[in-house]
């Protein structure tokens, strides 16, 4: 009696660890590597020379501990939820942290920079890491995994890993609707497909490198972020068509791209992640998402201010940032992350759980 007692409890437990979703899912990805803009960046502004930081309050009021870590929000970004789904910690690393050591970035890693662009013009605009080196601090990262874990577990926790890009918002409010250069080379449409090309550039080099799950996630509404509502001369207070135009013609770019690339490197699985639409449901009935106000951000008076201005304006900032949907006048709260998560790890993420 008492072994068959014992038979049926480890049945049961050995189906529940085999089940367990995080079980499952930290089995498929080994890692969550990331590259992109302040959307994702969890702290890497912190240690270079940039005035682009959120490395004080009221940035990361409600992240673990209130400590302001550089993430651009109120509390955890949307690749901290995407790590967390897969099993893996729920706080993504900055690269450039000092403190996180190799053991810890080998379950994954964010090189991401507040301020960034695909165009490199952008980033040198802002002071913020290029995507070109956020590239090469990957290919560096590499090769002290072979060193800290030997070239077979560090060549398979990179082809393991999920790669997450982010990048693009800036190169249309902050570069191309704001200085002149690439407005005198480019039409609209010549430059998203330029931006296109280097996406398309940057998949290439990480699948050279070793990566073959891939996520290129699209660009939301970046006319109606809080600050391009402010700077709608022509119909203050609403969302810029212009910008949103735009980032509907890119992402039409993007994912034809993600199709070519499917078909052209041999062994990889590249998806599209879709934001636009997300963050237009919100905008369109954000009391549905348990938002009252979808206009303004948090911080401040919520109509201009980011970055240090945040801090300058802290004692206007709201009591609760569950009901915005951004936190400053250019970043999603963390409660609005946490939808754009859920939603792709519906969808596309789907595919790799």
Known sequence: MYSQHLYCWLLLAFLYFMLSPCTASAGKVSAIVVFGDSTVDPGNNNYIPTVIKSNFPPYGRDFDGGIATGRFSNGRLVTDFI?????????MPAYLDPSCHIDQLSKGVSFASGGAGLDDLTSQATSAISLRHQLELFKTYKEKLKVAKGETLANDIITEALYYFSIGNNDIGINYFALPVRRAQFTPAQYAAYL???????????YDVGARKIVLAGLLLVGCLPAQRTLNHD????????HNQFARMFNAELQEAVRRLNGELAGAQVVY???????????????EYGFENA??????TGLVETSFLCA??????CKDANKY????SAHPTQKTYNIEARAMLKTELQAFL
Request: aromatic share 6%.
């Open 312 to 317: 300058l304006d802290a004692p206007l900032t």
């Open 83 to 91: 790590s967390e789904a897969f099993g893996l910690p729920s706080s």
């Open 273 to 287: 992640a879709e934001k636009y639409s997300v963050m237009s449901a919100i905008l369109a009935n954000p009391k």
């Open 235 to 242: 119909k203050p207070g609403e969302c810029d068509e212009r």
């Open 196 to 206: 296109v090309g280097r996406a398309r550039a940057a998949v290439r080099d990480v």
């Open 325 to 328: 949907v951004f936190f400053d």
């Open 295 to 300: 206009a303004q951000g948090c911080c401040g």
